[in-house]
DNA sequence: CATGAATGAGGCTTCATTCAT
DNA sequence: AATGAATGAAGCCTCATTCAT
């Protein structure tokens, strides 16, 4: 089900194209991946999400008992993709610093380009998913466990320090991930308008983000 | 308003004691962070409010104009505290080193002490105020600010690297320290039960934060 | 709970007196009956029963979980006043032609002077019961062992014939009670309109029902 | 359109049978007695038919209007085999005792074999009759008046009272064998799960409901 | 005939807020 | 100040019915 998190803008839909069957199902869970990050999940109501969609309001419960199965959807369905992308840089080659960066760039790409979808990912599942299925707390611990298997891998080719604590190291790079995204969708920051500049601030976020993480921030005495 | 962070657990309330004025405010606003870390806003209810306050519906009416005003109400005088305290670290003596860890032992500790204070300020909050008024807004770019203000004044005293992105340290820091309490929130961590290996483990964290934050985590090569 | 069947006219609601405490709640039972008595319990809403009780929608659940709570009630507050009048009448004097004659008039003068409660309890409630708590089932039984037990009592007494099987009786002659007032209900059969007449035909009517029960329906020979 | 009640077990559907025409109406109008018998006619959905007869959920609106259709249907086609068999009983031979027996007989043993049958006759049509087409309140009308003629017949006949008042006497009869039916449905009776003694059972029920009805409940003085 | 996706009105329930005492 | 009954708008969900294929 999983499927990867955005790399390049999404082609908008053809509208002379022929509708494939279950086009309705992935026409709802983008308009609730829209609407979730626009209103918040609890604010949102079905009625949006079917006007989003542009379909009649009871389809939606064709095709999921309720709300909450509608986030849970959202979350198995694209979170599995971040999982996934992780992976396959924590196997690909390349040194931590590296790695590193393809992830922070891939985070905030990710945000980039579909700042819907990380919104909700981020901000609505994470804080919804206190009460929610242990599937979810689940797949939030494999994230990270996949993560922490990244630097310890890195620690013990000798690349990051012996006396690390990859547990507190990876809270603090995606910490920082994530709040660099929260401080975006807060607007405490702002990243340019237009396109070129942008993918540079992110960029160069993502190098910072390393930098500081593998160097620190100490001066040079 | 502000009051400070807790450094100490609070003394339970004798019911012996004949009740000051304004204590049913107390009440309520001790009832809803408590009801708000439990459940959240927007599941929360008024009547759950005055249940755990153990004072009438209709009273929490008197205090507060509605639900919103609650919470702001408790961002507010709760929010400043940990404004002030964050501040005071910075105006005081010391290295960036001492500073930080302060910080950081300032945050966990409180979380230590009130795990229902820190959930609501950083989860609750935090989430709603994307619609909030301004005056949250300010408020969080307030703490950003003050947190930017103590990293430069090191950065200017040659404690921390000049090529240094200020902004983008501060979220990885903060980010650090936000990451690990959601990870405690949502069980992906676990803390120690006993009081001292609870205390040391918090202690500890804080350590690791600010090392890797200062010394990075690179290997010695 | 259990209130007594009514052997006489209700009389109205003094609208010149001061309203006593909870006397909304029993507003909202009188006008739950005569709602589930005009459009049965299925096609009842609680709008209906809000309006007729003339208070707010949202006081229903005030004092009721929901719909089906109400039935339940009903249920519980009124049958028990039947089975009671039932045993108070088993334990009284009288041969058991004069008890049956009592009993066949106390329930058909019960739907003279209240359908509607009558048509709840033995339409509504009988039919829905089939899915209902034990508690429901249990009480219905309780009428019948009772009704049994007057049975039994005469047949030991001589006043009824050793042979008779007493649960097959039962069921005849409430199934006759029963069936009396579903044809009223349904209009199969029709009573007069004017007051003493009316009166007069259901004291017939209990009269011939008691005296086909006891003395059969086959002629002389 | 009528067909008998069934006076035998119903074979069960053969599946290698190839399917004739306008069986799937048939499947559907089963399919409803069951649904209806287990749920109750509100409670019942269309997709539980669909689902309960295997065919397509659009398919049922192909052979019925709409729901109600479906219980005016199984009520005309099921109703009148009843009839028919009363009155064909009326016009035999034999003593109002055997007449009575054979009636009692028929529906006891109707209910035997197919309680689902029964039961939505019973208790679904009567409940939603009240509401209903003046059709089927005719059709409820005509039970009742053909089983007076035969009442009335026997007592021309000399073989009942002259002084019976034959509507009472009917709804006497009929009221008995109908809260038996209830009693079963409700669980408040038991009927013996082995066959034969079940058979035994219905058969002696009817036996004892005639007796009554015919000599009365009365002891010898 | 057959299928099942699509539609949308209806109604239950919740709960923030107000009000009378 | 304190109480809790009263109000009613909001929105989730159900499901009978229709429709396109």
Redesign the pocket.
Known sequence: MARPLPVAPQPKDDDSAPKPKGE?RDRILEAAIVVFARKGFHK????DISAEAE?????V??YF????EILATIFEERWGGLLDALQAIGRGPGTVRNQLVSIATLILNAFRLRPDWVKVLVLEIQRSSRFAEPAQQKAVGSLFSAFEAILSGAQERGELRKDLDVRVAASLFLGAVDLVITSLVLGVTEAPEEDAAQRAFYLDTADQIVDIFLRGSAGPE
Chains 1, 2, 3, 4 share one sequence.
């Open positions: 309705k949102a109501r079905i009625s379909i009649a309001y009871g389809l419960y064709h008992k309720n709300k909450d």
